[in-house]
């Protein structure tokens, strides 16, 4: 019966599977499969509950973020409120700027206006003075011409006047 079996067996494939799985068990005892195996197993291990604790880590970054954000949308409204608000108050103020700016240069040159009509009189009147003065001043030397008993009247009278400062 044993010789039937080693018959069958060198008859069949079973002989080479038999070499076969010989050679895979040698293999997997001699290159510790087993240790590699569980040496992979905690390798993905590890790498899972790191990939967890990330995860974890990551979810309460997200949290702090969304809460961040939440309020953002409530800063930026008080933000562009200020900002609003600042820019009525300056803008106002630079009104109020420009109308005094504007006063005081219609002020100023009404002032102006009045202290040039002021020097165009004075001007007109000192000419108009110089004009009566010459015209009178041709009357004058035309009467004498006209009238010389005149002449030696005013003379007379200009001695007159003199003997009485003199004396």
Do not use: C, W, Y
């Amino acid at each position: 019966m044993f010789e039937t079996v080693l018959d069958f067996i060198a008859r069949t494939n079973l002989f080479n599977f038999i070499i076969f799985a010989g050679i895979i068990i040698f293999l997997f005892v001699k290159l510790n499969v087993m240790g590699v195996l569980n040496k992979g197993t905690q390798d993905v291990a590890a790498k899972i509950d790191n990939s967890e604790t990330a995860k974890d880590e990551s979810e309460i970054k997200l949290k702090t973020i969304e809460d961040k954000v939440a309020n953002l949308a409530q800063e930026v409204d008080s933000i562009i409120k200020q900002s609003e608000a600042n820019a009525e108050l300056v803008g106002g103020q630079i009104l109020a700027d420009a109308n005094k700016s504007a006063d005081n240069i219609k002020t100023n040159a009404l002032k102006l206006i009045e202290n040039k009509t002021g020097v165009m009189k004075n001007d007109i009147m000192r000419r108009a003075s110089l004009a009566s003065v010459e015209v009178a001043r041709e009357h004058i030397i035309n009467e004498l011409n006209n009238n010389p008993e005149l002449h030696n009247k005013l003379i007379n009278e200009s001695v007159e006047a003199i003997n009485e400062v003199e004396g």
